[in-house]
């Protein structure tokens, strides 16, 4: 049964503040797309990769790839929204016929690939395994900078990635959405549930923030240095 992975990395990182998608931008001398992708392409549980790039972006992507002798990874155009990008990524991924696929942010680099095993044992037909955060900050529920309630913390978890499927389960639920005009989506746990399917949430190993903006970055970097001492 193939495993597949779909790295998402078809935005355009307006808010990292650099000339270059963020993605482009090197952690510790890599791409960050490349520090992502990796983390699947060397795994022997993941048979298939695809990488959904800004289709400005995906010449660019593929010089990069082929530079770091990644030439199984498959790169698609993405859409103009996350949903729409994912989307566009299974599609692709459909030729493979995969059994399950993890859904990864490009942004993400610091995943631990030791957790791709752990991850793929919650995954079962009408069940798919997400990583997430726990929440232990209070957190305000506020409107117009009006606290309105505090909400319960022990109930709360931050989405992460990668979250995981069987192939055919999520793919449906985006075929769906697309025919309901259901296009905001910006997780895919979410259009799972909508359709029926039942989440598991599985705490993180490593950090495994979003690089979103610069001071990221540099959190990234140290942590890095950190663990090559």
Known sequence: MK???LIVAGGEGKRFG????????????????IRSVELFYQSSLIDCVVLVMHPDWVARALS????????????????????QSVHKGLNALSRYKPHKVMIHDAARPLFNANQIEEILSYVKPG????????????????????????LDRRKLWKAQTPQCF????????????????????TDDATLYMKYGGEVTLLSSRSPNFKITAQTDLQIAESYLIKLEE
Do not use: C, M, W
Not at 18 to 33: A, D, R
């Open 3 to 5: 495993t597949a992975a």
């Open 18 to 33: 650099s000339p270059l998608p963020k993605q482009f931008v090197k952690l510790n001398g890599k791409e960050i797309f």
């Open 64 to 83: 990069i790839l082929k530079n770091y002798g990644l030439k199984r990874v498959e790169v698609v155009a993405g859409g103009e929204s996350r949903q």
């Open 127 to 150: 069940k798919g395994a997400v990583i997430a955060e726990k929440i232990t900050d209070t957190i305000y529920q506020a409107e117009d900078g009006i606290l309105l309630k505090v």
């Open 166 to 185: 069987i192939f055919e389960e999520i793919l449906r639920a985006h075929e769906k959405a697309l025919s309901d005009h259901f296009l905001d989506a």
